[in-house]
C-alpha cells in the first residue's frame, strides 16, 4: 500500500490498531517484535504511520461529511504530550475529538499544535446546528447569529460545581444535584426511543418544575436559580409546543435549551 515498503496491509493495520486502540507506543511494538524475531525499528514504523495517514485521507474527508450531517456536534479538547526537537521539553499540543448525533454515530478527531481558536474554527468551517462544548472561551466568536451555530452547555461541567460546593452548604446544593440526578434517570429511560416518545418522558411522566422565569438575569429551575447561559443553556420559559416541535427536537431544544439527546 505505500511506496518502497514491504508491510503488507495487515501488517500496516495491526501496528496502527496497536498503537492508537491497544495504546501500544512504537518502543514497546518495537520489543515486542524483537521477541517474536522479528527486527522492525520504531523509526520505520512511524514512517509507515505518516505514510499511511495520507492513504487514509478520503476516509476521513467521509468521515466528517457523515459529522456534518448531525443536528448536534459534541466536542471537547484534550492535551497530548508531543516531542518537539526545538524544543527541551515535551510541550502539549490538544486533541478535539468531534461526536456526532444518534443517526450519525461517528467521532472524528483533529489535532492542532496548540488550544487556539483557529483549529476548531477550521474544522468547524461550514457546519450549522448545535455545538454542544463546555464554557472555553474560544468557542464565544462561533455563536454568533451570523455564524449558524447554536450553542448548547455541558450538564456535567455544570453539575460539578454543585457537587464540589455540596460538602460546604448541604442544604442548597442539594436540590440541584437531585433535579440533575432526575434529568439523567430521565436520559437513561428515553434511550433508544423515537423524538414523540422522548417528549413523552419529558412532558408527562416527570415530576419536574419546569417553569423557570427571569430574575434579575438569572432564571430558576423547580425554584434554584442557576445562570441563564453558561454553564447550561436555559431559556426563561418552557414554550407552547405544536406538533412539529414536539416532534423535532432541534427545533424544541432552540426554544428551551435543554438538549435530551
Not at 475529538?97 to 488550544?115: M, S
Not at 432526575?182 to 423524538?195: M, T
Not at 453558561?230 to 424544541?252: I, M, S, Y
Request: hydrophobic share 40%; net charge positive.
Amino acid at each position: 500500500p505505500i511506496e518502497k515498503s514491504t508491510a503488507g496491509a495487515s501488517m500496516l493495520a495491526h501496528v496502527i490498531v496497536s498503537k492508537f486502540a491497544d495504546h501500544q507506543p512504537l518502543h514497546r511494538q518495537e520489543k515486542i517484535f524483537e521477541r517474536q524475531g522479528v527486527r522492525i525499528s520504531r523509526k520505520t514504523m512511524g514512517g509507515w504511520l505518516a505514510q499511511v495517514a495520507g492513504l487514509l485521507a478520503p476516509l476521513y474527508q467521509c468521515s466528517k461529511t457523515v459529522l456534518f450531517g448531525s443536528k448536534v456536534i459534541g466536542t471537547d479538547d484534550t492535551g497530548v504530550k508531543v516531542l518537539d526537537p526545538k524544543l527541551p521539553f515535551a510541550r502539549t499540543g490538544r486533541i478535539w475529538p468531534y461526536l456526532g448525533d444518534a443517526h450519525h454515530p461517528v467521532i472524528v478527531h483533529h489535532y492542532t499544535p496548540t488550544r487556539g481558536r483557529d483549529g476548531p474554527a477550521k474544522f468547524l468551517d461550514g457546519y450549522k446546528g448545535y455545538l454542544q462544548a463546555d464554557a472555553y472561551s474560544v468557542y464565544d466568536a462561533f455563536f454568533k447569529p451570523a455564524r449558524g451555530l447554536t450553542e448548547v452547555g455541558c450538564m456535567m461541567h455544570m453539575r460539578r460545581y454543585f457537587y464540589k460546593a455540596l460538602d460546604s452548604d448541604q442544604e442548597r446544593m442539594g436540590k440541584p444535584l437531585h433535579l440533575i440526578a432526575k434529568l439523567y434517570q430521565i436520559e437513561d429511560r428515553a434511550k433508544g426511543l423515537r423524538a414523540d416518545e422522548t417528549m413523552h418522558w419529558w412532558w408527562v411522566d416527570t415530576d419536574l418544575d419546569w417553569q423557570a422565569r427571569r430574575a434579575g438575569g438569572m432564571v430558576t429551575i423547580g425554584g434554584f436559580p442557576v445562570p441563564n447561559h453558561r454553564p447550561g443553556e436555559w431559556t426563561n420559559a418552557k414554550p407552547e409546543l405544536g406538533e412539529q416541535a414536539g416532534r423535532d427536537r432541534a427545533a424544541f431544544a432552540a426554544k428551551w435549551g435543554y438538549l435530551p439527546w
